[in-house]
């Protein structure tokens, strides 16, 4: 069975009490309902609360500090969007906690596939005449240009590859990333704007 | 002190669009999600009228009057009962936070088998009826084939409830609406097909339920997994990755 139906494949500390719910979820509770009541600050108060107990979580689960980090601000949207699911007459703990953990399984699947996709991509990319690469080695050494893109966070350096270097349109980098168009032509823009602070850096 | 003082701008932006007051309503609170056990009262609807259906849309078995009302409708109605329980429990399972432990989901499973069991012995002992020599094929495929495909209406309405709610463990919560569903359906066709052997009932009857079960499984996990893809685009998932 895979990650959406397995029980309980990680040993990760559970983060659900075995007794009635404890004070400081309890104070989350309060919290969560006042936000869902329309309360500007009391979704920042309790994200200072609770962000700190949620990275320790996800921490263990995902073994990376950093990647934890993007984790809990990830299940914060989660929470926030899923609240119609939450009952105020129940524990928060493991409500909030259930859901850290989903999104830390479905990060973890979206990693996955990423990684597969950039394989295949380099394996076409090696066999591809690049298209607009000439010009680029024009200005920089290929070298140099593989350790900036070696420095973009994976979905942006996909879409880079994909359109400035291999020349697909957007339409064929969103069908080979599983995206929409749109977000394969903000990932592009966004590298680029990267690449270019990059070189900027590396002027000075 | 630690590193969560503040929160990140893009998080707050978030949160604050989606709390912008919708102009249908006043308030920026979405209607929180009934408990499972009034959202399974629509699919009990759903369960009883899909019982009712099959005998009065096809016919009644044929041995209904030597069974008597309490062998026949009588327990079709707790299979009906079983069944619905089981999609209670699939609705509970969707609900972050209230996941079923391991021992109540193995109790759930043996409970259902049991059900089926009994009602199937219970029955036995009353008439014995073979597949007709020669009409193996034709009871195989029609028993192992309907059931399955009158479940789907009730199938699909959990599967909708199910996901309203927000499953972290969407393909254990499809498996539980697919077996309930598979329940529900069987316990209207016993009142069509007639046989009580136990062979044809355990790998006939019991396949069309099988069946059921698996197809609620691939249905939540292509939904998820829709969800999960669409999930990625729309939130800082894909940024992040």
Known sequence: MDDYGSPDPDKAPSPRPSGPEDDTSAIWRGLFVAHCAGDPLAFEQLYRSLAPELHRYL??????????EELVQETFIQLHRSRHTFDPALPFRPWAFAI???VFLMARRARTRLAGREVAIRESASSLEPAHAPEAESIVTRRTLEHWLARLPQSLRLSVVLHHLLGLDFKQVAGRLGISES?????SSRGMARLRALAGEEER | MNGFEGMPDG???AVTSGLRPDPRSPSPIRPRLRPPSARVVVLAALAIALVSAVPISLEW????ALLGGWRSL????LQWLGGVSVLAAALTEAVPGRQLAARRLLLLVLAASTLFTGLTLSTLAVHRTLVPHGAEAIYLRVCLGCPPILALPLLAASLMLVFRAFPVRPVLAGTLAGLGSGLVADAGWRLYCEVTEPT?????HGGAMLLSTLLGAALAWVVALWRERRGSNLSSLGRVL
């Open chain 2, 74 to 77: 009588g327990l079709s109605l």
């Open chain 1, 183 to 187: 977000s394969a032509r903000a990932r």
């Open chain 2, 11 to 13: 998080l707050r932006s």
């Open chain 2, 61 to 64: 078995r044929s041995d209904v």
């Open chain 1, 59 to 68: 921490k263990a689960l995902a073994a990376d500090a950093s990647w934890a």
């Open chain 1, 100 to 102: 850290a953990r989903y």
């Open chain 2, 200 to 204: 044809h009932v355990f790998a006939v």
